[in-house]
């Protein structure tokens, strides 16, 4: 009997644990998603609602870091300054690792489809939930 109790108990335990970090990953995809939309809607504002907005934000590009939520959509702004520098962004995610219950690491490649000229590379975020929502605390994109 107390066998039965314990292997039901684990059962319970390992199924929440893999439905928390299930819920997490489409909570991720999610936010990634709406990124993807608001920028191919020419939204700097809209697709930086899936960073933090804070000061201690940090965005690494090929200029080095940038910090901060303001500085972070100033740079986007600066090199993004219209829609069709803007263009069209793809975004494929390669893997989603769900490091705690408030921490998540992803791995990516990004496209950009415009008449300025094509851009691609890759990025790594690190994401914290904060408040019960996922938010990017730190982006590396190359």
């Known amino acids: 009997m107390k066998l039965l109790l314990i292997l039901l108990l684990s059962l319970l335990v390992c199924s929440t644990i893999s439905f928390g970090q299930a819920g997490s990953e489409l909570a ?40 901060g939520f303001d500085s972070t959509l ?29 921490y998540a690491y992803v791995t990516g490649k990004w496209e950009l489809s415009r008449k300025a000229g094509d851009l691609s590379g890759y990025y790594t975020l690190l994401l914290k939930r904060i408040k019960n929502n996922w938010v990017i605390i730190e982006d590396h994109s190359s």
């Not at 740079?75 to 690792?97: E, F, N, Q, V």
Request: hydrophobic share 35%; proline share 4%.
């Open 28 to 67: 991720i995809r999610k936010l990634l998603a709406e990124q993807v939309l608001a920028w191919n809607q020419g939204n700097p504002v809209g697709y930086m609602h899936g960073y933090w907005e804070n000061d201690s934000l940090v965005f690494i590009g090929k200029s080095g870091p940038t910090y």
């Open 74 to 102: 100033a740079h986007y702004r600066k090199a993004y300054p219209d829609a069709s520098h803007m263009g069209t962004l793809k975004s494929t995610i390669l893997r989603i690792r769900i490091l705690s219950k408030d």
